[in-house]
């Protein structure tokens, strides 16, 4: 049972990196529900004992609802979001997808690492790597994702113009 | 032997490329000018406790901002005087003591030589502490809960060294009685480019907003496509501010916001009517963007702000702290608000920031050829068109200008040739 939960869920992952990577961004959105949060609080290097991501008010790489998600890939869309213009090359890999909590049907908690590489004309190659913490929903259309947590684990950051 | 002053053509205004892609200046300003100016460290909210400690850098140089065990705050270079590893590698936090991981030496946040592994078997009580405590900053103020040190333990004070700046970061960091705080956290990014392309623009570049944010224009973002405001001299103009410092202000509507946070911007328009003098109260809440030589920019619009340290890394590499400031008595929802568009606009990830960092990296990556390099970048746009005014202080120029900022070019001119 568990073993099939987590094929569901790796293969709507895989979808989604499959979406992203192929420049399908509305298409992705799409999988997501209406109340989606997607966020990626930024890391500090603190204490062992210390976690640095569930301060209040800690600032965020991304923390997005609906609205700004639509609106981070109509930009995209304009020809003009030069950061992405020629568009980068992208190479989503998503591993280590753990099912964290399934005591309901409807709504799973997932744990799964990610790696992008990313190309960008004329300029560096660059990794972004982390884990995510997903809830995602069953709905009569299938598997929808309700909440992405995103745990980059890199300290100084690149700039930030793709989707994990 | 580089004749830096040569690299600034003050009557055509024009900078040689090479201020921004050449090794041999960016030694040179390291030295001459990092270690002479103010530079900002941290705000105060950060370390409110004694023992409290912050880590960043100062140009090339990794510090210590912290609260000594009396209150007093200090800015100490974060380096054993044993061997240099720096005795502190965490973000921020609270601590006595700072012990080396190398051979143990251990310092208060005061900066003084407390511990010493072997001090009477191996050093045979011969070493005076007191002689080797950590390299202290020799100064340190505040501009409103801004904290700056400089390496210079002469020359101007720092209000005298932001002049007529500080009336245009008041706009900001003074429109509220209880003033502001810093969201924990800091947005740290890499960028390919150099430091003074990333100040130059905050200091008095909205003519590249048209062109490289025309994204934002085009989903319904950017209300005015030139992003040159409507009401010249009065709302919407720059400021060349002396020292190298630039502001920009314009009164750009910015769309309808959440009524909790446009009964917060009330409460906001009522207290800087008392903490600031008429003219100023009249400016508030526009969207403000300047930059304090060399490397502190500051921006604030629809109730966020950020203030950012453009740290060198390299003539070609920029690595970017950003803080958000907030009102201190701005509700929880309104903060959450605010710190949401921080992050979608002027981040590591913003909207409108993603774009200006391909911009300076572009420049700083592939316009460093023997060719290029002699052919200067033109900063002559609105030179001569500027004035003086009684409600407000520095020179002012209506929408487009570049004076602000080639008035960075002539600080630095002015302290790479001594």
Known sequence: ?164 | MTDFASLVDLDRCTVSPRVFNDQDVYEVELEKIFTRTWLFVGHESQIPEPNDYLTTFMGAEPVLLTRDASGSIRVLLNSCRHRGMRVCRRDHGNAKLFNCPYHGWAYDTGGKLRGVPQLEESYYNELNRDEWGLIEIPRVESFRGLIFANFDAEGESLEEYLGDMAWYLDLIVNRSKNGMIAFPGCHRWRLGGNWKLAAEQFGGDNYHAGALHRSMVEIGLGTQGDFRGKNPWISDFEVKCGNGHGFINFDIDSGEAPPIQAAFFEQIRREAVETLTPEQAKLVLSVQVGTVFPNLSIISFIGFTSVRVWHPCGPKEIRVHSYGLVEHDAPPEVKEITRKMLGLTFSSSGIYEQDDGVAWGDIAEFQGGPVRRKYPFNYQMGRGHGKRMDDKPGLIHPPSTEIGVFGLYEKWREMMAR
């Open chain 1, 1 to 164: 049972m568990t073993t099939d939960l987590r094929l569901q869920i790796e293969e709507v992952m895989i979808e989604e990196s499959w979406l992203l990577d192929g420049n399908r961004f509305e298409d992705w959105l799409a999988l997501m529900t209406d109340d989606i949060r997607y966020w990626a609080p930024v890391r500090e290097n603190l204490g062992r004992d210390e976690e640095d991501f569930h301060q209040l008010h800690l600032l965020t790489h991304f923390d997005e609802d609906r609205m700004t998600m639509g609106l981070r890939v109509a930009r995209l869309r304009t020809g003009f979001a030069h950061a992405e213009e020629p568009p980068s090359r992208r190479r989503h890999f998503v591993s280590n997808v753990k099912i964290l909590d399934a005591s309901s049907p409807e709504s799973v908690q997932v744990a799964s690492n990610f790696i992008v590489f990313r190309s960008r004309p004329g300029l560096e190659e660059h990794l972004f790597v982390g884990g995510r913490r997903d809830q995602w929903v069953h709905t009569e259309a299938g598997w929808r994702l309700r909440e992405r947590m995103i745990i980059f684990d890199h300290d100084v950051i690149e700039n930030i113009t793709v989707f994990i």
